[in-house]
């Protein structure tokens, strides 16, 4: 029976990409079949209240366009198909995320010599649970804000911009935890440094003093003579708790707003947050100051970096300066191997300021083979 269900699970796929009149309904029927052998509850988990608003708006917006740009009829058949197809799709979909190993999706691929694509594959089968569990949570949040036994159809852009962002740290947390176990397929390494300077990880969970260590390692450096550029990113608290951060360049003390609390309905990428572009100019600045015999520091690199984005550009300039005695990153643990493959480095000096009885003792310490004797 399980091989039966799928194979109608295969079919289905097929069928909802065959442009017949009658594929539609097909599909929906080979879909419900499958689940039907291979889970019967994945119904009630794939065709939830928001998910069917999504599919219905869609079918509608379709129905719409091309009643308007052909003939009514044209219209309600079109709207028709995009609805039965995105049904069936939903039910495949919750199937695929329980059914489907993704391990074996990317060894398969692998085989292919698509290696990018089956890691990717794989990966978005993971997410797939965690978006409809996000899904649901996001939209009982939304009516208990507004007072309402449930929220209404002007409420989508925000559920759907909770969902994208929420989508986002998924694939970072997937592509860090596919890191560990050796896949750098989704990497974007920036190519060997023409210089390879020290490389100090500083990590440690949220909240144990990470970004405290780099600034008494940065003032105890700086007391002796040794140059420091880069960046440290500090929280701002006021009496309702963090309401934002500041960058401080270690060169010059100077401060930047980079981030303001404003709350969840004006934040941006799905945070609390709205993140000013002047802050991180001022942190790129501060990277410019490296110069030969330079500890760079940078707090913190973090997923969008890992892609190419953010401050990295700015980074890899500073790295490729001749001369810098070493960088200094705060990097979470899930991505460290990550970080390592983007900038292409052999080594580094790993210090868990969680486990240090004196984190910047311990820091300073991965420092000294690049270091005066008197540090």
């Given at each position: 029976m399980k091989r039966l269900g799928t194979l109608l699970a295969f079919v289905a796929v097929a069928l909802a990409f065959v442009p017949h009149l009658l594929a539609p309904p097909l599909t929906v029927l080979a879909a419900l079949c499958a689940s039907l052998l291979l889970e019967?509850?994945?119904?009630?988990?794939?065709?939830?209240?928001?998910?069917?608003?999504?599919?219905?708006?869609?079918?509608?917006?379709?129905?719409?366009?091309?009643?308007?740009?052909?003939?009514?009829?044209?219209?309600?058949?079109?709207?028709?198909?995009?609805?039965?197809?995105?049904?069936?799709?939903?039910?495949?979909?919750?199937?695929?995320?329980?059914h489907v190993d993704a391990e074996a999706v990317q060894r398969g691929a692998q085989r292919l010599g698509m290696t990018r694509l089956?890691?990717?594959?794989?990966?978005?089968?993971?997410?797939?649970?965690?978006?409809?569990?996000?899904?649901?949570?996001?939209?009982?949040?939304?009516?208990?804000?507004?007072?309402?036994?449930?929220?209404?159809?002007g409420d989508l852009p925000r559920l759907a911009e909770v969902l994208l962002a929420h989508t986002a740290r998924v694939a970072e947390e997937a592509?860090?935890?596919?890191?560990?176990?050796?896949?750098?397929?989704?990497?974007?390494?920036?190519?060997?440094?023409?210089?390879?300077?020290?490389?100090v990880v500083v990590t440690g969970r949220p909240g144990v003093g990470k970004t405290p260590a780099m600034r008494g390692a940065a003032a105890a450096l700086q007391e002796r003579g040794v140059s420091v550029a880069g960046f440290v990113q500090v929280p701002v608290w006021g009496e309702g708790g963090k309401g934002g951060y500041v960058v401080r360049d270690l060169a010059s003390g100077e401060e930047r707003t980079l981030?303001?609390?404003v709350g969840e309905e004006r934040g941006e990428h799905g945070t609390p947050f709205r993140f000013e572009p002047a802050g991180f100019a001022?942190?790129?600045?501060?990277?410019?100051?490296?110069r030969a015999g330079s500890v760079l520091i940078l707090d913190e690199l973090g997923p969008v970096e890992l892609r190419g984005g953010g401050h990295m550009p700015a980074v890899r300039r500073a790295l490729a300066r001749p001369g810098l005695a070493a960088v200094v990153a705060t990097v979470r643990p899930a991505l460290i191997p990550s970080f390592l493959s983007h900038l292409?480095?052999?080594?580094?000096?790993?210090?868990?300021v969680e486990g240090a009885a004196d984190p910047v003792k311990a820091?300073?310490?991965?420092?000294?083979?690049?270091?005066?004797?008197?540090v």
């Open positions: 019967p509850a994945a119904v009630k988990r794939a065709w939830r209240l928001p998910a069917l608003l999504l599919v219905l708006v869609a079918s509608a917006l379709t129905a719409l366009l091309v009643g308007w740009a052909a003939a009514p009829a044209r219209g309600l058949a079109a709207g028709a198909a995009v609805l039965l197809r995105f049904l069936a799709l939903l039910l495949l979909a919750a199937l695929a995320s329980r089956g890691l990717a594959g794989g990966l978005a089968l993971n997410a797939l649970p965690h978006l409809g569990e996000t899904a649901r949570d996001a939209w009982t949040a939304l009516a208990v804000r507004r007072s309402r036994a449930r929220p209404r159809v592509a860090a935890a596919a890191a560990l176990r050796g896949h750098h397929a989704l990497a974007r390494p920036g190519g060997p440094l023409p210089h390879v300077p020290l490389v981030a303001v609390k001022f942190a790129r600045a501060a990277l410019d100051r490296a292409a480095v052999p080594s580094a000096v790993i210090v868990d820091l300073l310490g991965g420092l000294a083979p690049v270091l005066p004797p008197a």
